[in-house]
Nanobody
Framework: QVQLVESGGGLVQAGGSLRLSCAAS????????MGWFRQAPGKEREFVAA????????FYADSVKGRSTISRDNAKNMVYLQMNSLKPEDTADYYC???????????????????WGQGTQVTVSS
């Protein structure tokens, strides 16, 4: 099991940037696929990005592709989401999630991730 704590959210103007961080604790971080999801008020939780255990495989949702970069530092037990050119529709609570994997897998369904952080709020003003 991995314990996750997100940080880095806040209020930013449209066109601005934010870097979300997720600190993980537990022995299985380096063998876990990590994902970022978001949930806007009144909407379902949606996939944002995922990175495989070594960082060799990465996948983005179309809504953030080209504007966001997911990365990880297994030595520091950290995963990051750099978001640029933010839009008001990016406003949501952002969650970090983990799934233990024995290979370089990528998952985009929230049901595939058993471990979740508490979320960090991102608000993009127009």
């Amino acid at each position: 099991q991995v314990q996750l704590v997100e940080s880095g959210g806040g209020l930013v103007q449209a066109g601005g940037s934010l870097r979300l961080s997720c600190a993980a604790s537990g022995r299985t971080f380096s063998s876990s696929t990590m994902g970022w999801f978001r949930q806007a008020p009144g909407k379902e939780r949606e996939f944002v990005a995922a990175i495989s255990r070594s960082g060799g495989s990465i996948f983005y949702a179309d809504s953030v592709k080209g504007r966001s970069t997911i990365s990880r530092d297994n030595a520091k037990n950290m995963v990051y989401l750099q978001m640029n050119s933010l839009k008001p529709e990016d406003t949501a609570d952002y969650y970090c999630a983990a799934r233990s994997s024995v290979y370089e897998g990528i998952w985009s369904n929230s049901y595939d991730y058993p471990d979740w952080g508490q979320g960090t709020q991102v608000t993009v003003s127009s």
